[in-house]
């Protein structure tokens, strides 16, 4: 975890390692509390987050690029139990996990002013064969100010401007709104009838991280999603999402192609799959052609 120890804003131009000009648009520098002398230099650019460790006369780079970044969060401290101190550095230490909550949240610890922003980024891996993708979360710890209001502006700053940018929207202080809410049509009985199961367990987090909401329908008989596409009005919808096998993006895609406005509603409302069916085959072959 980081912490705050000086602030200032920037937009400039820096070259990367490759002689490519990038804005940064926010700088920051943060030292670790579990180590002493070790300090971090993090910017926010065009590139994405680029993160300098200088530690003991050495120091190293790393960037998270923008496209790996799905999304950040203004949290506060927990309220801790009875008996354990009122020092605000107490709970820091790092062999203690620190514990937070929403900011709108009941259980607040009122003693620590510090507003924390977490970061969530899933970056591209190789492991052996195969390509996956490795979350990661970045804890940067605002307290510089007296109050935690004043923090908190600080952390919301970084955490409008992440949003702006992974949203390739003009970059200001104003959160971004997309009222419009993503279509899940899930297959309970796709492959091994486990869909449901993965889409609780490794989707709905990563929703929630990305701040997507959406409207979760399960099928409830044969050719439901085909109807559901035909009849509906899928433009209120900022895409469609198929959690099943193959059979189940077959049914969405026909009942696309069946609307008197197919080809404006292919263009418009953007379609994807998570597999979880038997094979997979039709996700796979996706997979491949976009390599």
């Known amino acids: 975890m980081a912490d705050l120890k000086s602030e200032r804003e920037v937009q400039s131009l820096v070259e990367d390692n490759n002689g490519n000009n990038e804005k940064v ?11 002493k002398n070790a300090v971090f230099s993090v910017r926010l650019t065009s590139k994405g ?10 120091s190293k780079e790393q960037t998270i690029l923008l496209r790996d970044i799905i999304g950040s969060k203004c949290m506060r401290s927990k309220r801790r139990r009875p008996g354990a101190g009122s020092c605000v550095c107490s709970s820091l230490p790092g062999h203690q996990p620190l514990k937070v909550v929403d900011e709108n949240s009941g259980d607040l610890d009122e003693n620590d002013i510090s507003a924390y922003l977490y970061i969530y980024a899933y970056i591209l891996k190789r492991s052996r064969r195969t390509l996956k993708r490795e979350r990661t979360t970045i804890t940067l710890r605002f307290r510089s100010f007296d109050k935690y ?7 919301q700053k970084w955490r409008t401007t992440i949003k702006c940018l992974i949203n ?12 419009k809410k993503l279509l899940i049509l899930l297959n309970p009985k796709s492959g091994p009838g486990k869909a449901r199961e993965i889409f609780q367990e490794k989707v709905t987090s990563i929703l929630q991280e990305a701040e997507i909401p959406y409207d979760l329908h399960v099928t409830k008989y044969a050719q439901y999603a085909r109807e559901f596409v035909r009849t509906r009005n899928v433009y209120s919808w900022r895409g469609i999402v198929a959690v099943g096998g193959d059979g189940v993006l077959f049914e969405i895609l026909n009942g696309m192609f069946e609307r008197l406005d197919w080809h404006q509603a292919l263009n418009e409302v953007p379609l994807a799959v998570l597999p ?15 390599k």
Do not use: M, Q, W
Request: hydrophobic residues 25%; negative net charge.
């Open 168 to 179: 390739k929207l003009p970059v200001s202080y104003t959160l971004p709104v997309n009222e």
């Open 25 to 35: 648009y926010l700088e920051e520098t943060f030292y670790i509390l579990s180590k």
């Open 276 to 290: 979880c069916g038997s094979g997979n085959g039709l996700a796979r072959t996706i997979c491949h052609a976009y």
């Open 149 to 155: 209001e004043d923090n908190n502006r600080e952390a």
């Open 49 to 58: 987050l680029s993160l300098s460790k200088e530690t003991e006369g050495s």
